[in-house]
C-alpha cells in the first residue's frame, strides 16, 4: 500500500499506513492479525499531537485481505466482550473504503481463490473451541453488523480474486440490518488497478476518501 498510502498523502489527506503479521508469518492468524492491526490503529493517538493530526473524522481504506480488517476495523466496538480481541476503547473510525476486500468470510471462501481464504481459513479465524465455538463472531465484519461507519464496497468488475458480488452482497446485508452502506463496481478492472495510483478505480476511491473526510 505504499504507492497508495503516498498517493493519498499527496492528495492533502494525512495517511496512517499500517502493517500486520499474515497467516504465513510467525505469529500472524488468530489472534495476532487482529491485534496488529488494533494496536496500530489505537497507536494514531498517541501519535496524533506530534504530527498535528485532527481525529475528530478518521477514515479506513483496505484493500484484499486490508479490506475485510479495515472493516473489522470499525466494527470492533461490536465486538462480545467474551473475545480476546475485544478491547476498551477501540479508535472511532467513521468511513471504510472497502476494496475488493472479502468483508463476509464464510460466504467468501467458496468464491474467491482457495489460497486467498478457504486454504487458511483456520489459521485465520482460530479453531472453534468450547469457549469459542463460532469462530466468525469476532472475526467476520458482517456477524458484526450493524456498527456505526459509513462503508463504500468497491470492486473491479474483472476480480477474480474479490468477485463482485461479494462486495454487492455484503453491502446488501449491512443495509438490512441498518447499517451506513453502498456499492461501487468499476467496470473493466480487476484485483490489482484498485491500489493503482492513476487507474480509474483507484482515483475514484481517493474522490471517495476525500469527500468523506473533508473538513
Same mark, same amino acid.
Not at 498523502?9 to 492491526?37: C, H, M, S
Not at 468483508?103 to 468450547?130: H, K, N, R
Given at each position: *500500500? $505504499?504507492?497508495?498510502?503516498?498517493? +493519498?498523502?499527496?492528495?492533502? +489527506?494525512?495517511?496512517?499506513?499500517?502493517?500486520?503479521?499474515?497467516?504465513?508469518?510467525? #505469529?500472524? #492468524?488468530?489472534? #495476532?492479525?487482529?491485534?496488529?492491526?488494533?494496536?496500530?490503529? $489505537?497507536?494514531?493517538?498517541? =501519535?496524533?499531537?506530534?504530527?498535528?493530526?485532527?481525529?475528530?473524522? %478518521?477514515?479506513?481504506?483496505?484493500?484484499?485481505?486490508?479490506?475485510?480488517?479495515? +472493516?473489522?476495523?470499525?466494527?470492533?466496538?461490536?465486538?462480545?466482550?467474551?473475545?480476546?480481541?475485544?478491547?476498551?476503547?477501540?479508535? =472511532?473510525?467513521?468511513?471504510?473504503?472497502?476494496?475488493?476486500?472479502?468483508?463476509?468470510?464464510?460466504?467468501?471462501?467458496? %468464491?474467491?481463490?482457495?489460497?486467498?481464504?478457504?486454504?487458511? *481459513?483456520?489459521?485465520?479465524?482460530?479453531?472453534?473451541?468450547?469457549?469459542?465455538? $463460532?469462530?466468525?463472531?469476532?472475526?467476520?465484519?458482517?456477524?458484526?453488523?450493524?456498527?456505526?461507519?459509513?462503508?463504500?464496497?468497491?470492486?473491479?468488475?474483472?476480480?477474480?480474486?474479490?468477485?463482485?458480488?461479494?462486495?454487492?452482497?455484503?453491502?446488501?446485508?449491512?443495509?438490512?440490518?441498518?447499517?451506513?452502506?453502498?456499492?461501487?463496481?468499476?467496470?473493466?478492472?480487476? =484485483?490489482?488497478?484498485?491500489?493503482?495510483?492513476?487507474?480509474?478505480?483507484?482515483?475514484?476511491?481517493?474522490?471517495? +476518501?476525500?469527500?468523506?473526510?473533508? $473538513?
Amino acid at each position: *500500500m $505504499d504507492f497508495a498510502a503516498e498517493d +493519498l498523502r499527496q492528495k492533502g +489527506l494525512a495517511v496512517w499506513n499500517i502493517e500486520y503479521r499474515g497467516v504465513d508469518e510467525a #505469529g500472524g #492468524g488468530y489472534p #495476532g492479525t487482529f491485534e496488529d492491526v488494533s494496536r496500530a490503529a $489505537d497507536a494514531l493517538r498517541d =501519535h496524533a499531537s506530534q504530527f498535528n493530526l485532527k481525529l475528530d473524522r %478518521v477514515g479506513a481504506i483496505g484493500h484484499s485481505a486490508g479490506g475485510h480488517l479495515a +472493516l473489522w476495523l470499525a466494527a470492533r466496538p461490536k465486538l462480545p466482550k467474551s473475545s480476546t480481541l475485544w478491547r476498551s476503547n477501540p479508535l =472511532h473510525i467513521d468511513f471504510v473504503v472497502n476494496s475488493g476486500g472479502l468483508a463476509d468470510l464464510d460466504a467468501s471462501a467458496p %468464491v474467491t481463490q482457495a489460497a486467498c481464504l478457504s486454504s487458511i *481459513m483456520e489459521a485465520l479465524t482460530g479453531a472453534p473451541s468450547g469457549a469459542r465455538q $463460532d469462530v466468525l463472531s469476532d472475526t467476520s465484519p458482517v456477524e458484526l453488523l450493524p456498527f456505526a461507519a459509513h462503508q463504500v464496497s468497491v470492486n473491479g468488475e474483472q476480480d477474480q480474486i474479490a468477485p463482485p458480488i461479494l462486495g454487492e452482497s455484503y453491502t446488501d446485508k449491512a443495509i438490512a440490518t441498518g447499517s451506513d452502506a453502498r456499492f461501487v463496481l468499476v467496470p473493466n478492472t480487476g =484485483h490489482v488497478e484498485l491500489v493503482a495510483p492513476g487507474s480509474e478505480a483507484f482515483e475514484l476511491q481517493a474522490a471517495i +476518501l476525500l469527500e468523506a473526510l473533508a $473538513d
